[in-house]
């Protein structure tokens, strides 16, 4: 050990051997736990423990804020149609107009010829007609 005047002492071995294990404690109380916790109907936290007691720990809900301001109102699509050169043009509840653009495409080439297709089915018997009877004549 070195003292504040600068001597310095040797004191020997400070640190004993290790002792005996003492004997174990008498058991402790069981403890107390949460069984529940609840908030009324008033907003108060109230728990209650696994020994019966009850605690209520105060008001935990703040109340309502005051209602916000109403925001404007929305626009909505009222017409939808397409003009003359396939474009799409839209009308708005708010009296403005879009044109958006072409939506219809330009006519596509001529596809190839079919195939023949297979033959219908036969049609209803029509009604009697009348017959004709043709004589020859000499005078021919």
Excluded: H
């Amino acid at each position: 050990m070195t003292y504040t005047n600068g001597e310095v002492a040797n004191l020997g071995k400070i640190i004993g051997t290790n002792g005996t294990d003492g004997k174990d404690g008498v058991d402790g109380a069981n403890g107390v736990g949460v069984a529940s916790a609840v908030i009324n109907d008033s907003g108060e936290l109230v728990l209650s423990y696994t020994d019966g007691a009850t605690a209520n720990l105060g008001k935990i809900v703040g109340s309502d804020g005051i209602n916000g301001t109403n925001g404007a109102d929305g626009v909505s699509v009222t017409s939808a149609e397409i003009n003359s050169l396939g474009e799409l043009v839209l009308s708005f509840s708010n009296g403005q107009r879009a044109n958006v653009g072409a939506v219809v495409g330009a006519k596509g080439a001529k596809g190839d010829k079919g195939d023949k297709g297979e033959q219908g089915l036969q049609g209803a018997k029509g009604d009697k007609g009348e017959s004709l009877k043709l004589t020859a004549s000499a005078n021919l």
